[in-house]
T-cell receptor, first 116, second 113 residues
Framework: GAVVSQHPSWVICKSGTSVKIECRSL??????MFWYRQFPKQSLMLMAT?????????EQGVEKDKFLINHASLTLSTLTVTSAHPEDSSFYIC????????????FGPGTRLLVL | GENVEQHPSTLSVQEGDSAVIKCTYS??????FPWYKQELGKRPQLIID?????GEKKDQRIAVTLNKTAKHFSLHITETQPEDSAVYFC????????????FGKGTKLSVKP
């Protein structure tokens, strides 16, 4: 099946720094990528949807200036958490939808962020 | 807005028994309903999905049923095994062919040997 990778798998940073997370579709072209946030024992909360070559669409309540999303190619999307604070600590998961599939989403392994 | 309700939040069964997880959705335009299994600290894995033009789909020990009129769908796992223990999420795709997935809150399934 389709493979989605994420890097890094975990990161610890100091408050105030910025963190970039990469999401790659390894064996397919992803026209749309999604970024989710998951708190312990909770569901996946959609943060934003990004389409290759266009601006991301953010969900209500998600600050676009804090969570910068770039989808520069059909195989790569990045999420940058700017000026991270402890409350940003969470599990961030991306998913990708293939060009030839309007439905199935494949998830990356997630990135665990801890802001001290 | 659109939402997906999932029940129960936790489910404990004996190995070999069946497990049923139910979800309801609010958006009548939803037409795609996947189920994901997530083990602790790992990515959600698609285990089965169903489209609105089908009432039931089966894949070995896993089946999904859809009632469009009532706007609910269910996951059925038969002959459960300890390795089925995980958190299961239902989802519905909102608003048309390019819509986003809306997830339920998850069900933690524990299968006791």
């Amino acid at each position: 099946g389709a493979v989605v990778s994420q890097h890094p798998s975990w990161v610890i940073c100091k408050s105030g720094t910025s963190v970039k997370i990469e999401c790659r579709s390894l064996d397919f072209q992803a026209t749309t990528m999604f970024w989710y946030r998951q708190f312990p024992k909770q569901s996946l909360m959609l943060m934003a949807t990004s389409n290759e070559g266009s601006k991301a669409t953010y969900e209500q309540g998600v600050e676009k200036d804090k969570f910068l999303i770039n989808h520069a190619s059909l195989t790569l999307s990045t999420l940058t958490v700017t000026s991270a604070h402890p409350e940003d600590s969470s599990f961030y998961i991306c998913s990708a939808r293939a060009r030839d599939s309007k439905e199935t989403q494949y998830f990356g392994p997630g990135t665990r962020l801890l802001v001290l | 807005g659109e939402n997906v309700e999932q029940h129960p939040s936790t489910l404990s069964v004996q190995e070999g028994d069946s497990a049923v997880i139910k979800c309801t959705y609010s958006d009548s335009a939803s037409n795609y309903f996947p189920w994901y299994k997530q083990e602790l600290g790992k990515r959600p894995q698609l285990i089965i999905d169903i489209r609105s033009n089908v009432g039931e789909k089966k894949d070995q020990r896993i089946a999904v049923t859809l009632n469009k009129t009532a706007k609910h769908f269910s996951l059925h796992i038969t002959e459960t095994q300890p390795e089925d223990s995980a958190v299961y999420f239902c989802a519905s795709r909102r608003g048309g062919s390019q819509g986003n997935l809306i997830f339920g809150k998850g069900t933690k399934l524990s299968v006791k040997p």
